[in-house]
């Protein structure tokens, strides 16, 4: 410190002599050939390995990955080849002044259904784990505010690696929204070769989207087996309750690093969505993973087991 200061007097024009002696005179005892000794001493490993993670860090400001809190963060700067503490991560944070994104309160969006709709039972019993995908599907929906109106997102999430499978934006919140989600989580297994077989539970609260006649046609027609929670209980559909606050903070959130703007039309919401669901899925980091994506968990699954797959699934 006393240093730095002698630098910042000579940037003024004072001479090391000078400087030193009021120094002394005030108390504060340095010799000219301390402050040279300083100058031509070489940084210090720590000094060089902070400054490196803090270029780090700053590169994640404006980015997905600048959503990340002092954990997610320690596994990031790991996996970028970073050799490096989770408390060094903690105090170098701070030093910037970043911490992460924080989720925000819950919206309710869920309508229970009339009492004409058809309750299916909860399988899940609040068991949100699986052995392999395509066991266990999860599902909710929730709302965000445009300038032209509010826009619904519904969310389809396998319980075994966290993944998105299925999304779809709509202005109305009906079954055809809640169905059409479903249907591209069908066709995006099917189409990355890990097509859906029988055994698969499909777990939602029981809003009346989920409790229609139509729904459950559609679930009886593709060999799925319904679920669904008791009213007004988010512990009974908790993954999907957390993937959706994460949507709320992370892609439409304020300072969200997938908005351009204001969300003023519906193509806003669908494009800031596709795009989070492409980070979530491919490159976010999941504790519960053991801080690796979804896809990437996914990936050394089949990997494990390719050629041995047992002829009945279990859930």
Request: hydrophobic share 40%.
């Amino acid at each position: 410190m006393i240093c730095s200061f002698i630098d910042q007097m000579r940037a003024r024009k004072f001479r090391v002599e000078s400087i030193c002696r009021v120094l002394t005179e005030q108390g504060v005892a340095v010799a000219g050939r301390t402050y040279r000794h300083w100058k031509k001493a070489a940084p210090s490993a720590r000094t060089i390995t902070d400054a490196e993670l803090t270029d780090a860090l700053r590169a994640t400001v404006g980015t997905p990955e600048g959503l990340y809190g002092r954990r997610k963060m320690t596994a990031h700067l790991r996996r970028q080849g970073h050799q490096v503490a989770a408390c060094t991560v903690d105090r170098l944070m701070s030093d910037e002044g970043l911490s992460g994104v924080v989720r925000g309160r819950k919206h309710r969006t869920t309508i229970p259904g009339g009492k004409d709709s058809r309750r299916a039972p909860d399988l899940l019993d609040r068991d949100f784990t699986a052995v392999m995908p395509n066991r266990k599907w999860v599902t909710d929906f929730t709302y965000c505010r445009t300038w032209s109106g509010f826009v619904y997102v519904a969310f389809v999430i396998d319980c075994f690696s966290r993944a998105i499978v299925g999304w779809h934006a709509v202005t109305v919140k009906d079954t055809a929204m809640v169905t059409t989600a479903l249907k591209m989580a069908l066709w995006r297994r099917d189409h990355a070769d890990h097509r859906v077989t029988a055994g698969l539970i499909h777990h939602s609260d029981a809003g009346s989207q989920y409790t229609s006649i139509a729904f459950a046609e559609t679930l009886v027609l593709e060999g799925i087996a319904a679920s669904i929670g008791s009213v007004g209980d988010a512990y009974d559909n908790a993954l999907a309750e957390t993937t959706i606050g994460l949507f709320k903070t992370e892609a439409v959130g304020r300072g969200s690093p997938f908005l351009s703007g204001p969300l003023r039309i519906i193509d806003d919401v669908e494009y800031a969505t596709m795009e989070w669901v492409d980070w979530f899925n491919n490159r976010r980091l999941h504790s519960v993973l053991d801080y690796v994506p979804p896809e990437e968990y996914e990936s050394a699954y089949y990997a494990q087991t390719q050629g041995s797959q047992p002829a009945t699934p279990q859930p």
